[in-house]
């Protein structure tokens, strides 16, 4: 499939992965009413070497580390020290996050039984998750993982996995974020980080 956003098209060809098109049809999230994914989560044995290959195609920067899942809740026992290997870019508008296996969960590392790279996920960055959540889970798509942190109004992050996969191969995430009640963007944040890596990328080639 090809589309205007040749950078996303070229990354998920070498990664062979689809688009979101190919498994989901819009109409799909305006009936349950979320907005179109805004991100491509895709789980990878070896979250470096895809990192490398996004970038070499044109994609990112991206911001990578491995964090802790504060909040962990996998099908309603909490989880304790679970771990996360992430890496989060841009291909043109679409958000790519590449995820490892994990630490303290099997979450993303079920869907690399038989392969190094699959789709995992749409992540939805969307407010009033309590009750999207409702809709997705009397549409016949569980939740199975939850997870996030809350300073009272000062920031709240609220995920929420929904188990997809009979119908679609893989799971939908709806994210709610927000700073002082207001909603959070991650965008920004991640495109000034891959501003500032290039900016001093150039400098110490000069």
């Not at 709610?176 to 495109?191: F, K, N, T």
């Not at 500032?196 to 400098?203: E, I, M, P, Q, T």
Request: with cysteine; hydrophobic share 40%.
């Amino acid at each position: 499939m090809q589309t205007s956003n040749k950078v996303l098209d070229a990354v998920l060809e070498d990664l062979s992965v689809p688009h979101i098109e190919e498994r989901l049809s819009r109409d799909f999230f305006f009936k349950l009413g979320l907005k179109y994914p805004q991100q491509y989560g895709i789980a990878c044995r070896d979250v470096a070497a895809c990192v490398r290959r996004a970038e070499a195609l044109g994609a990112g920067p991206f911001l990578y580390g491995t964090v802790g899942a504060p909040g962990w809740v996998e099908r309603g026992e909490a989880v304790r020290k679970c771990k996360l290997e992430v890496a989060l870019g841009y291909a043109g508008d679409a958000q790519i996050e590449f995820l490892g296996p994990g630490q303290g969960t099997e979450h993303y590392s079920r869907a690399l039984v038989d392969t190094d790279v699959a789709f995992h996920h749409v992540g939805i960055f969307q407010p009033g998750i309590e009750g999207h959540a409702k809709a997705i889970t009397e549409a016949g798509y569980p939740e199975v993982v939850r997870g996030g942190l809350s300073f009272g109004k000062a920031l709240n992050i609220d995920f929420r996995y929904f188990d997809s996969r009979a119908d679609h191969g893989i799971y939908l995430e709806v994210l709610d974020l927000s700073v002082a009640g207001i909603e959070l963007s991650l965008g920004p944040v991640v495109r000034a980080y891959g501003a500032v890596k290039n900016a001093l990328g150039n400098r110490a080639r000069t």
